[in-house]
């Protein structure tokens, strides 16, 4: 089983639609979540972290649940600008480092059409 | 801005080469991490080094090694190539905190190494 699995799309959607993606992740350890997002051919950018309580930074809102070790993001008013690969990305069992590893998911594909 | 630089962006190798890849981290940062990514697929984690030292290291074969010097920068090797090690090569910085967590990573934007 993979360590962050997420839906790989591609999610296709019209402007001003809603969009929901989900993930999954394995390590009931974790302590830290974020959503990252990909452009094509770009490196991966923070998009926002995740907490228990819930984020909402804008047009965009992330929960997390540990009991079911799933968090999720929604995206309201999909803009066309919006479309980019978005990684789910929790932080991995730290052994002596000076920081924690990154655990990524394999990215869901987001597409908004006009 | 003093964001993280690699280099170089784009390179061809054959198998059984070998291939040094660059990283400067953002300024004020010291932590460096190395990530290969597949096409198609989610950074995976290689390394990480801090204050001149490898600190952890993921599911990777000796065959992939680093330094870091005393400037914060960072090389990786990768040795005798296989047309698997195609991907993209991502450096990310951070700075080292003593509490494990929610710590930021500044993303280059990459070299991408193909394998003939």
Known sequence: RKEVEQDPGPFNVPEGATVAFNCTYSNSASQSFFWYRQDCRKEPKLLMSVYSSGNEDGRFTAQLNRASQYISLLIRDSKLSDSATYLCVVNGKNYGGATNKLIFGTGTLLAVQP | ?116
């Open chain 2, 1 to 116: 801005d003093a964001g993280v630089t690699q280099s170089p962006t784009h390179l061809i190798k054959t198998r059984g080469q070998q291939v040094t890849l660059r990283c400067s981290p953002k300024s004020g940062h010291d932590t460096v991490s190395w990530y290969q990514q597949a096409l198609g697929q989610g950074p995976q984690f290689i390394f990480q080094y801090y204050e001149e030292e490898e600190r952890q290291r993921g599911n990777f074969p000796d065959r992939f090694s680093g330094h870091q010097f005393p400037n914060y920068s960072s090389e990786l090797n990768v040795n005798a190539l296989l047309l698997g090690d195609s991907a993209l090569y991502l450096c990310a910085s951070s700075l080292a905190v003593e509490y494990s967590g929610a710590n930021v990573l500044t993303f280059g934007a990459g070299s991408r190494l193909t394998v003939l």
